[in-house]
């Protein structure tokens, strides 16, 4: 203890103090809050209607109601068909976490067979859009690349941005990046108009052209940075702050080395 | 003597005799520069100029300023096929098919914005140590005029690529020309060679991006460098420094390295920041058609306070003769800049009349000196910063999970509050440094030895600064506020009452100060 008390009016034991204080507050609250994960409970391989009826009544239907015909604080899913729910459940929107501005992308509480059954009882109510998949969605064969982009950029880049990275919206809600999500996925938020987003429906983008979108979407995601570093693809924004930070702050330090060695 | 310096020698005598250089050579060569770092703010700024011709010069070789409609069967796949315009596609072209091309254009752009960054932070400079004093108020206008036309030649650089980002930004722009009452929509028209977009815009603002406004620049910089070069540079207050001499180094050879050095490091840093990171990536914008827009459009960071202004602004409208005038883009984007480049030329001359200096100066002022002016200062960059950060409201909602609304009613609010308080809090803070400088000349260093007298009575103790360092502590003026009686001294009633209240009002706010110790305050520490 005397030994440490020797460097106390040493010039870096206050950085070093306060590296460490840093360092114990973070530790104790990442300890403090993290959560005991949930296991979720395995049901057997099933895609009845009653098997999904037995979710929705345990996991959905407090707010749904009973028979998913809606309350005041949750829509009818009647109609919505087997898309809305694959979308939702299976990006882990639904459950809701919470009821503030929007449901957020999170892991998914149910596994891919919870969320078919879940899908099979709503598509069971009424009709509704079916999940896409197969020979539907072979958009490696049946999109291009540069009419998806002008497509995107007339109808979704003003929410998601140019290059598909997320952007803002008002009080606080956000259209999500797309990086990363999986051609089903996005094929179904284009016919079910997923919260803020409007339903695409064939008349308004056909098939093919939402196929064409998915695979320029695609494309931007695997295309590489060919600038140098991307900054994010957000525009003007990171780029003025690197300027400013790294660029001006590397200058006008060689602008005092300079004026030092002169001395 | 050697045979090549016999040469050599020869040479410069065959030249001499027929220019007569040498006689200006000999004077100008020796002419002596005070040595600061935020002296070489300027030079940034000079240098990412000729970085710009130059990289401007390599672009143009290749660059198409037509909006003709083309059909792009460049290498770029994601856009194969895609009608654009041949600015558009010959940007294309110069980035991904000639050899160099995407690195001089990310030359171009980054030295475009470290250009406009090195220009507002040499004006901050000259402003807080008081360098636009007389005699340099015509270069102090000559600066902002650069400034102001810097925003104006980036703007049109960022247009002149006819991608989905430029179009979009022109859009804005024709908006704002368009609330100019009455002749708005004339000039518009004029501009746009009739509705937007048209086909006249591009190769119209690519004469003056490349043309007119670096001949202005030219022209503006020179006169800029031959007032410093005829006037003199300031220097920092010192032991040894006048308002009649100049403290420093020759120009050769200390400058001349030095400045030439300092050129090749700052295109050093350009080619640095080009060469790691992507700027203004046109490809993945798309070229541009009015029908589309991007979530996240700004401007380039000297353009984003005014677009954050826009936003701020609440919507109003009037309606009047069949006419519509709006205020929401009015104001903000026409007449706040209005009064802020305005008032930035004139207020050396507003100074001037505030502390009825006349006199000419050539030692710089220590920002603690003269709080008032400093606080202003602050002040003016706190507007500023505000709009410049709801310039960035979208992005700064998405990536700190924030609502757009919330950020901008704290910049409607902030930019309303925030400066003033920012005024009190650096007057303050100029004052209690001023505090600390007589406490450091009156009694000294605090040494951190702590000294047990016999009696028990424990003192700390204090080491006398240096006398040069007292010096520079205590060199400064210290006016007293202008007094401006209703009656003069020969009792002739002074005109102008009311102006001369204000005057009088803003030349006490303009000299509240510690005073600085004086001979007497020296004897009385003596004493004890």
Redesign the interface.
Known sequence: MKRLSHYRRHRFAGPVLLLFALFMVGTTFSVATASTRQSSSVLSRSTSIAEGQQIFLKGCSSCHGLNAEGTKIAPSLIGVGAASVDFQVGTGRMPMADMS?QAMRKKPAYNADQVAALAAYVASLAPGPAIPGGEILNYERDGS??QG??LF??NC???????AQ???????K??PSLMGVTPTQIYEAMITGPQSMPVFSDKIITPAEKLSIIK?IK??ET?P???????G????????????T???G???G???W???K?R | MTARERAAGTVANYVDERTGAAKWLKKNLTKVFPDHWSFMLGEIALYSFIILLLSGTFLTFWFDPSQREVLYQGDYQPLSGIKMSAAYASTLHISFDIRGGLLMRQIHHWAALLFMAAIVVHLLRVFFTGAFRKPREFNWIIGVGLLTLGIVEGFLGYSLPDDLLSGTGIRIAEAIIQAMPIVGSYIAFFAFDGLFPGEAFIPRIFTVHVLLLPGIFLALITAHLMLVWYQKHTQYPGPGRTEKNIVGYPLMPVYMAKAGGFFFIVFGVTAFLSAVASINPIWLYGPYTPAQVSAGSQPDWYMGWLDGLVRMFPPIETHAFGHTLSWNILIPGVIIPGILFTGMALYPFIESWITGDKREHHLLDRPRNVPNRTALGVMALTFTTVALLNGGNDIIAIQFNLSINQIMWFSRIGILVLPPIAFVITKRICLSLQRADRDLVLHGRETGRLLRLPHGEFVEVHEPISPERAWTLTQHEQPNPLVLNPVDDHGVRRPGTLLNKLRARMSRAATEQVAKPNGEDLKEIEHH
Do not use: K
């Open positions: 501005v690349t540069a982009g002008e950029r007339t880049a003003m929410c998601h941005n140019f290059a997320g952007g803002a919206l008002s009080q606080g956000s259209a320029w494309a931007a295309e940075s060919l600038g140098g570093a991307s900054l693809r957000v525009g003007p924004v990171t780029e003025g702050l690197l300027g400013w790294l660029g001006l590397l200058l006008i060689v602008a005092v300079l004026a030092t002169a």
